[in-house]
């Protein structure tokens, strides 16, 4: 083939495509790439014929994502922020201020530097009251209890 051992034909396209891999991470590329590789390294050092290149190739790869499967599909480390990107969910529990009247209709309440729409109460403009839950970008709230300065 263009006059080039067959063996850095596959070493040199093994090596493309995990250099691929790492352009479009997939980590299909990746198995393809290092089966290519090595069938290339085998078939440099033992001359091997065509039909067993390719036959090489197809059990180094099946392998390879086998393996990797079996790697990919392990349980990963568990999620210690589960509420990471969930804005809203992270309020429960907060006392905020109400800035538009609260209704069970809705309202608007400032939290930190920002408002946010919200339903409950009802609560007057410039109460303080709990954040009980959510719904999508909408904050439950309740008037706070008399007693929750013992749990803060």
């Known amino acids: 083939m263009f006059g080039i051992e067959p063996g850095w034909v596959w070493a040199i396209g093994g090596v493309l495509l ?4 790492v352009i479009a991470p997939g980590f299909f590329l990746l198995f393809i790439g290092a089966a290519a590789t090595l069938t290339g ?5 033992f001359g ?5 290149q390719v036959a090489l190739f197809v059990v180094f790869a ?11 599909a392990l349980p990963g480390t568990p999620n210690l922020s ?28 400032k939290v930190g ?12 403009a410039g109460e303080s009251v709990l954040v009980v839950g959510c719904e999508g970008n909408c904050l439950k709230v309740e008037q706070v209890p008399d007693n929750w300065d013992k749990f803060q």
């Open 18 to 21: 995990l250099i691929a891999e």
């Open 41 to 45: 390294v085998l078939t440099l050092m």
């Open 48 to 52: 091997l014929g065509q039909s067993t």
């Open 62 to 72: 099946l392998l390879a994502v086998m393996a990797g499967r079996r790697v990919y």
């Open 82 to 109: 589960p509420l990471l990107n969930d804005r809203a969910s992270q309020m429960v529990g907060r006392t905020v201020v109400v800035v538009a009247p609260v209704s069970s209709s809705g309202g608007r309440v």
């Open 113 to 124: 530097d920002g408002e946010w729409s919200a339903r409950g109460g009802p609560a007057a």
